[in-house]
């Protein structure tokens, strides 16, 4: 919860690294409260009366997904500094199914060990503080 909480306090924050257990830690939360909200709008959802068609409205998932969509975006900026690359990398999720698999692989891959141009790495910065 920890994690979910840091990348809500940087929500704009698109500058500096993050490591991998703050966009998964992150990414579990997001999906966890995500299906919180879209049970909560099954639950209080109401039906629209349309002659032709029933359709069910839904408030607090779309709701939550708009807060939520920014610091998503800046925390996956982040991992992908920390790996090494540009935020603009991001948008490999434009290629059809390859995109998507290769941006997972990025995303699980290690840190950089060094500092990069994004800032120094997440890891040493906890490994210098414990000494």
Excluded at 89 to 118: A, V
């Amino acid at each position: 919860m920890h994690w979910y909480l840091k990348a809500l306090k940087q929500y704009f924050d698109f500058t500096g690294r993050a490591r991998r257990s703050e966009y998964w830690y992150f990414t579990l939360f997001n999906f966890l409260f995500s299906l919180l909200a879209a049970a909560i709008d099954s639950f209080y959802g109401f039906i629209m009366d349309v002659p032709e068609w029933e359709t069910t409205w839904e408030f607090f998932y779309p709701m939550y997904a708009l807060f939520t969509l920014i610091p998503g975006l800046a925390v996956t900026v982040r991992r992908l500094h920390d790996t090494g690359l540009s935020g603009w990398w991001y948008l490999i999720l434009l290629l059809p199914i390859l995109g998507w698999i290769w941006l997972l692989i990025i995303l699980f891959t290690d840190s950089e060990r060094n500092d990069n141009k994004w800032g120094p790495s997440p890891k040493q910065i906890k490994w210098r503080s414990r000494l």
